[in-house]
């Protein structure tokens, strides 16, 4: 019944299992992406921010050497680092500390690219939702979603992609913030999630995120995540029109068609490292092999798309030795898992991405889990 209800929130969630472990991997294979990005779309609510505090956007972009210009069509994907970096210069001009949860306030249908405008003709927000799930490439890949059922709630999980850069807490901050806003607007209600919580430490005044959601709001925690009602689902958007919808979605799917062509690559190597993780001589030369392809090719369609092969190999072991430990996997076992030799060698790649032993981080996320509990 509850999957007839909100089928998916956001992304659609493939598993992988290990043929020999059995171990069920969770990775978003439906938006592996070629290199991070997000639609300038994104940037209007940033923008509109901006503007309730009287500064002049288009001053503002010019003086930190952005062609306002560039930005303008709706259509247009720009890399995560001019995002980050026109949000980092917001920041510093506006001296907000808590410029993401009110940059999200301003979210509007058409922050969201088309995706915002399907969902504004839904029939209610649980297929609302669904459209989100299949089509959230649309305004881009940095922060992805997942849903988990909880009884009569449904918990969505926020994470970033295997090799997504390092970002501030704002990001997330705008997008739970945004999520609230557009619940709201789709709908004309109140609508507020049961629990919010963050993965990092509690600032020294939360008296904005209280009010901003208005819920209990949570630090700390070993992922940030949004809990919502699963009744919410049932109620209905009020500018519903299904003739738009079929419209929006029908243009929705030729974009997305064409975003998965121009990455099709990496797609395609990720799919196959993902299947292959055990297999320490796994390289770029087996992978070519597998697909048919010289391994110039290769590279050098990796490199058109954004990616390189050993940082994506990297990331995506990295990201998932984590994810093992915080599960109380040991050491060996991941070494196995991953395709190390022995452990030692785990051990040491481990330090240099997380900068710590794996023994340190699992004591540390131990922590910090027991420490939040109530």
Aim: aromatic share 10%.
């Amino acid at each position: 019944m509850l999957l007839k209800l909100m089928p998916m929130i956001f992304d659609v969630v493939k598993m992988t299992i290990h043929e020999k472990s059995g171990k069920i991997m969770l990775m978003n294979m439906e938006s592996i992406p070629s290199s991070i990005h997000v639609s300038v779309t994104l940037l209007s609510q940033m923008f509109l921010y901006l503007a309730s505090l009287g500064l002049d956007v288009d001053a503002f972009l010019q003086s930190i050497g952005i062609d306002p210009q560039s930005l303008k069509s709706p259509d247009v994907h720009i890399p995560v680092e001019t995002y980050l970096f026109i949000q980092e210069e917001a920041i510093k001009r506006t001296r907000d500390e808590y410029f993401g949860l009110h940059m999200g306030e301003y979210a509007e249908p058409g922050s969201w690219s088309i995706l915002g405008y399907m969902m504004m003709n839904c029939k209610n927000l649980g297929q609302a939702f669904e459209k989100a799930g299949r089509y959230s490439r649309i305004i881009g890949n940095l922060i992805e979603a997942t849903g988990v059922f909880q009884f009569n709630k449904v918990k969505v999980v926020f994470f970033t992609p295997p090799h997504a850069p390092k970002m501030t807490r704002h990001c997330y901050e705008s997008t739970l913030s945004s999520t609230v806003r557009m619940l709201h607007t789709l709908t004309g209600k109140d609508i507020r999630p049961v629990q919010v919580g963050f993965s990092y430490p509690e600032p020294t005044d939360s008296s904005e995120y209280d009010r901003v959601f208005g819920c209990l709001v949570l630090f700390n925690q070993k992922e940030t995540f949004m809990t919502l009602d699963i009744k919410i689902a049932k109620i209905p958007v009020l500018l519903s029109n299904p003739a738009l919808l079929e419209h929006f979605e029908s243009y929705a799917q030729e974009f997305i068609t064409k975003m998965e062509h121009t990455d099709e690559y990496t797609r395609a190597v990720m799919r196959i490292i993902l299947a292959n993780l055990d297999d320490e001589k796994l390289s770029i030369k087996e992978i070519a092999k597998e697909m048919a392809v010289s391994v110039r090719t290769l590279q050098k369609r990796l490199e058109e798309e954004g990616v390189v092969f050993s940082e994506l190999l990297r990331s995506v072991r990295a990201k998932l030795a984590k994810q093992y430990l915080t599960e109380n996997y040991t050491v060996e076992q991941i070494t196995y898992l991953l395709g190390f030799s022995e452990p030692s060698v785990f051990r040491k790649a481990f330090k240099k991405w997380a900068g710590m032993t794996p023994r340190e981080f699992r004591e540390r996320s131990f922590s910090t889990l027991t420490t939040t509990l109530p």
